[in-house]
C-alpha cells in the first residue's frame, strides 16, 4: 500500500538550532516528492519539488534532499517566522499526490 | 500566489441539506482538484478534474459530486450534509508540463456541519 510517514509530528526548536524534519515513503512508480509549508488557517504553499535520488534543492534556511526511500528537509539556524506545518506529499505515475500527515514546528526566540 | 479564491470561506449548515463550495482560478490550468483536511488524516483527494467536463474520483469521494463547466470554476457539492463531512476543504490547481507538476492550494473552506 502506498503510505507517506512524516517524523516528528511535532518539533519545538530554539531560534538558531539547526535540525531535520523527515519524510519516508512507500510508493512504486515515484514521479515526485513535494514539500508544502502551512501556516494556520491558510492552504498549503508550494516549497520544492524533487524527483531523483540524490537531487537537493534550498530557499533561504531550508534544504531539500531526496534518497530511494526518504526525504529530508533540513533547517538552518531557524527563525521564529519559519514555525508552520510542513507537508511532504509524493506523485505516482498519475496526477494524485499522497499526502503525509505533517511536522509541526515551532521555534522559539 | 497563485490566483485561487474559494467561497465561501467559512459555513455552518444543518445535517441533511446540501451545500456548494466553489473554487475559481485566474491561472487558465487545466487541472483542479478537492481536497478535505482532518486531524490525524492529512490532505485526502476528493475529486478532480483534468479539463471541462472532465472529473474523476479521487479517495474519499463518497457523498460528495463535483461539477466543471468553465475551466475556471470547479464546484464541490454535498449532496446531503452529514457530520463527518466537517471540515476544512481545500481546492487546488496544476498546469503538468514538462516536468512540472506541483499543485498550488487556495485559502480553504472551514465547513461546520450541525
Known amino acids: 500500500e502506498d503510505q507517506v510517514t512524516q517524523s516528528p509530528e511535532a518539533l519545538r526548536l530554539q531560534e538558531g538550532e539547526s535540525s531535520s524534519l523527515n519524510c519516508s515513503y512507500t510508493?512504486?512508480?515515484?514521479?515526485?516528492l513535494f514539500w508544502y509549508r502551512q501556516d494556520p488557517g491558510k492552504g498549503p504553499e508550494f516549497l520544492f519539488t524533487l524527483y531523483s535520488a540524490g537531487e537537493e534543492k534550498e530557499k533561504e534556511r531550508l534544504k531539500a534532499t531526496l534518497t530511494k526511500k526518504e526525504s529530508f528537509l533540513h533547517i538552518t539556524a531557524p527563525k521564529p517566522e519559519d514555525s508552520a506545518t510542513y507537508l511532504c506529499?509524493?506523485?505516482?505515475?498519475?496526477?494524485?499526490?499522497?499526502f503525509g500527515t505533517g511536522t509541526r514546528l515551532q521555534v522559539f526566540p | 500566489d497563485a490566483g485561487i479564491t474559494q467561497s465561501p470561506r467559512h459555513k455552518v449548515t444543518e445535517t441533511g441539506t446540501p451545500v456548494t463550495l466553489r473554487c475559481h482560478q485566474t491561472e487558465n490550468h487545466r487541472y483542479m482538484y478537492w481536497y478535505r483536511q482532518d486531524p490525524g488524516h492529512g490532505l485526502r483527494l476528493i475529486h478532480y478534474?483534468?479539463?471541462?467536463?472532465?472529473?474523476d474520483k479521487g479517495e474519499v469521494s463518497d457523498g460528495y459530486s463535483v461539477s466543471r463547466s468553465k475551466t475556471e470554476d470547479f464546484l464541490l457539492t454535498l449532496e446531503s450534509a452529514t457530520s463527518s463531512q466537517t471540515s476544512v476543504y481545500f481546492c487546488?490547481?496544476?498546469?503538468?508540463?514538462?516536468?512540472?507538476?506541483?499543485?498550488?492550494f487556495g485559502p480553504g473552506t472551514r465547513l461546520t456541519v450541525t
Open positions: 487546488a490547481i496544476s498546469d503538468p508540463t514538462g516536468s512540472s507538476y506541483e499543485q498550488y
Open positions: 510508493v512504486s512508480g515515484l514521479r515526485g
Open positions: 506529499a509524493v506523485q505516482k505515475n498519475t496526477d494524485k499526490l499522497i
Open positions: 478534474s483534468y479539463g471541462v467536463k472532465d472529473t
